[in-house]
């Protein structure tokens, strides 16, 4: 894809991200379609146009969408829960389990085991079978062994209780969403769906990556710092470094003095075992906190330094 094509694709984008935040649904949907004919292989589009579809209460249309994009993207996370969130509310449990047991193969296989353990609930609660049941003891076995914290905790009471006490009418297909925020709907009629659409689901990588960019393209200094960040954030926690780290650098060319996208680079270098790298930036950015006395960012420094060269996780 050529870079002006590209252009063209991420402000299609960038209209329909827009568009289905503000609940305008046919603006939403015709942006979504205008990125997916500038870009037919990518999955993006057509993950969007399904979540759309999906709060709009137009199963078929979303699962249809939700499809195209995983012929696209075979392992796309966004698709899969959309897909597994309508199969489970148009009562094709089975279908909606397998799907998620593919969700959690793909969370764990990403080192995010509490992510996996709940979508291994979910799928045994919709679909009860003996493979899946000791997929989930496993789980649980694997993030018990893991730091404990209070989203692990919860995951944990979940799964120990469905195990115990068997799959029960939570878990029907009209109990708890799958993997999105949707909210339940009738379908409506389109001059109706303007104003009655939710909010969208909270954005993932791709979608916060086009808002960093569009913002830094634009040059707009003070929204290029918390766009990137979420940015950086997202894609480090998706195991996309290389694009965290890009969009880090873009942004401190027009922020140099932005001390969260300096420690969120920190933090990526640290993951990935470069910790010489970690270490000088962090001297640095110590060196000046020393000279703006500036406690409160030099115990930050501090802290991280500490954990930089223990190897352990940086303390809350």
């Given at each position: 894809?050529?870079?002006?094509?590209?252009?063209?694709?991420?402000?299609?984008?960038?209209?329909?991200?827009?568009?289905?935040?503000?609940?305008?649904?046919?603006?939403?949907?015709?942006?979504?379609?205008?990125?997916?004919?500038?870009?037919?292989?990518?999955?993006?589009?057509?993950?969007?146009?399904?979540?759309?579809?999906?709060?709009?209460?137009?199963?078929?249309?979303?699962?249809?969408?939700?499809?195209?994009?995983?012929?696209?993207?075979?392992?796309?996370?966004?698709?899969?829960?959309?897909?597994?969130?309508?199969?489970?509310?148009?009562?094709?449990?089975?279908?909606?389990?397998?799907?998620?047991?593919?969700?959690?193969?793909?969370?764990?296989?990403?080192?995010?085991?509490v992510e996996a353990l709940e979508s291994?609930?979910?799928?045994?609660?919709?679909?009860?079978?003996?493979?899946?049941?000791?997929?989930?003891q496993r789980l649980v076995r694997l993030?018990?062994?893991?730091?404990?914290?209070?989203?692990?905790?919860?995951?944990?009471?979940?799964?120990?209780?469905?195990?115990?006490?068997?799959?029960?009418?939570?878990?029907?297909?009209?109990?708890?969403?799958?993997?999105?925020?949707?909210?339940?709907?009738?379908?409506?009629?389109?001059?109706?769906?303007?104003?009655?659409?939710?909010?969208?689901?909270?954005?993932?990588?791709?979608?916060?990556?086009?808002?960093?960019?569009?913002?830094?393209?634009?040059?707009?200094?003070?929204?290029?710092p918390g766009a990137s960040l979420a940015?950086?954030?997202?894609?480090?926690?998706?195991?996309?470094?290389?694009?965290?780290?890009?969009?880090?650098?873009?942004?401190?060319?027009?922020?140099?003095?932005?001390?969260?996208?300096?420690?969120?680079?920190?933090?990526?270098?640290?993951?990935?075992?470069?910790?010489?790298?970690?270490?000088?930036?962090?001297?640095?950015?110590?060196?000046?906190?020393?000279?703006?006395?500036?406690?409160?960012?030099?115990?930050?420094?501090?802290?991280?330094?500490?954990?930089?060269?223990?190897?352990?996780?940086?303390?809350?």
């Amino acid at each position: 894809m050529s870079e002006a094509v590209y252009e063209r694709y991420k402000d299609a984008l960038r209209r329909g991200h827009v568009a289905a935040l503000r609940g305008h649904v046919a603006v939403a949907l015709e942006a979504y379609a205008e990125a997916a004919s500038i870009a037919p292989e990518r999955a993006l589009p057509h993950a969007s146009i399904g979540h759309v579809q999906l709060r709009r209460g137009r199963l078929d249309e979303a699962l249809a969408a939700f499809d195209q994009a995983l012929a696209r993207a075979p392992r796309d996370e966004a698709a899969l829960l959309g897909r597994a969130e309508v199969l489970a509310r148009l009562g094709r449990a089975v279908e909606a389990a397998r799907t998620l047991d593919l969700v959690a193969e793909i969370e764990e296989a990403a080192g995010r085991p509490v992510e996996a353990l709940e979508s291994a609930r979910r799928a045994l609660e919709l679909a009860e079978s003996r493979a899946r049941r000791r997929s989930l003891q496993r789980l649980v076995r694997l993030v018990r062994e893991g730091e404990p914290d209070p989203a692990a905790a919860a995951a944990l009471t979940s799964a120990v209780r469905l195990l115990e006490t068997g799959p029960s009418a939570a878990g029907s297909p009209a109990g708890e969403p799958i993997g999105v925020a949707v909210p339940e709907a009738e379908a409506v009629p389109e001059a109706e769906a303007e104003a009655e659409i939710e909010p969208a689901p909270a954005p993932g990588p791709d979608e916060l990556l086009v808002e960093a960019e569009a913002a830094i393209e634009a040059g707009q200094a003070a929204t290029v710092p918390g766009a990137s960040l979420a940015a950086a954030r997202a894609l480090a926690a998706a195991g996309r470094t290389d694009a965290a780290l890009d969009i880090c650098y873009r942004a401190l060319a027009i922020a140099p003095g932005d001390l969260e996208l300096h420690l969120v680079l920190v933090e990526i270098y640290r993951d990935r075992g470069w910790r010489e790298l970690a270490s000088e930036k962090l001297e640095l950015l110590r060196h000046l906190a020393e000279l703006d006395d500036d406690r409160r960012v030099l115990a930050r420094v501090v802290a991280l330094q500490a954990a930089v060269a223990a190897g352990a996780d940086q303390p809350a």
